[in-house]
C-alpha cells in the first residue's frame, strides 16, 4: 500500500470547512483502474481536510467499497428520485392552481378553505408519489455518461467540494497521479 501523501495548499482544517460552507458546492468526477487509487485518494483528501461524508465511490459492485471503508452511492444518488419528486411536486402544484381556478371562473364553483387545502395537498402528494414511481429505473443523469467505465470495471470518484477547494483538489489528486478528472457538477440537487 502507497504510504506518501501529497499536502493541499488550502492552509487549516478550518479553511476548508469554512469554505464548503460559505461557497456553493460542486462535484468533482474522477475515474480510476483500481480499487485501491480510489481508497488511497480517499485517504489523502481526508488527511488534508476534506470531510469523510464529501467523497463517494461508484463501482460495479458494492462489495469492495464496505470492506474499505468507503462511501458509496445510497439509492437517492443513483437514480432520479430526488429529482422527479421535486418535478412531480410542482406538477402537482400546477395541477392543484388550475383546478382551483376552473372550478372557479369554469364551473362558477365555490369552495370552502379546508376544500381548497384538502384538493391542494391530494393532489400535491399524488404528483410526487407518481414522480418518485417513475423514477424507479431511470440512472441519475449525472452519472449517466461514465454507466460504460463502471460495467468496464473502473471506479468514479465524487468528490463534493466548495468552489474555494477545487482547485486543491485538483493539485492533490493530480500529484496522486492516479485517477483521471472526469468532469465536474454544480452540486445542487440532483
Same mark, same amino acid.
Given at each position: 500500500?502507497?504510504?506518501?501523501?501529497c499536502l493541499l495548499d488550502t492552509g487549516s482544517a478550518w479553511h476548508a470547512i469554512r469554505s464548503v460552507m460559505e461557497d456553493s458546492m460542486k462535484r468533482l468526477y474522477y475515474l480510476t483502474d483500481q480499487l485501491d487509487y480510489a481508497e488511497h485518494i480517499s485517504e489523502e483528501l481526508v488527511r488534508n481536510g476534506i470531510d469523510f461524508n464529501q467523497i463517494h465511490v461508484l463501482s460495479k459492485g458494492s462489495g469492495g467499497l464496505v470492506t474499505r471503508h468507503l462511501n458509496g452511492l445510497n439509492i437517492f444518488d443513483r437514480l432520479e428520485r430526488v429529482r422527479r419528486a421535486l418535478n412531480g411536486l410542482l406538477i402537482g402544484l400546477l395541477m392543484a392552481a388550475m383546478a382551483l381556478l376552473f372550478g372557479h371562473f369554469?364551473?362558477?364553483?365555490?369552495?370552502?378553505?379546508i376544500a381548497q387545502f384538502a384538493l391542494v395537498v391530494l393532489l400535491l402528494l399524488f404528483s410526487t408519489w407518481v414522480g418518485t414511481l417513475v423514477s424507479f429505473t431511470?440512472?441519475?443523469?449525472? &452519472?449517466?455518461?461514465?454507466?460504460?467505465? %463502471?460495467?468496464?470495471? $473502473?471506479y &468514479?470518484?465524487?468528490?463534493?467540494?466548495? %468552489?474555494?477547494?477545487? $482547485?486543491?483538489?485538483?493539485s492533490l489528486i493530480d500529484c496522486l497521479n492516479e485517477a483521471q478528472y472526469s468532469g465536474a457538477d454544480e452540486q445542487l440537487l440532483s
Open positions: 500500500m502507497i504510504r506518501w501523501h369554469g364551473l362558477g364553483l365555490v369552495y370552502s378553505g431511470p440512472e441519475n443523469v449525472h &452519472l449517466r455518461h461514465f454507466h460504460r467505465e %463502471i460495467n468496464a470495471g $473502473r &468514479l470518484v465524487m468528490i463534493d467540494v466548495g %468552489i474555494h477547494q477545487e $482547485r486543491s483538489v485538483h
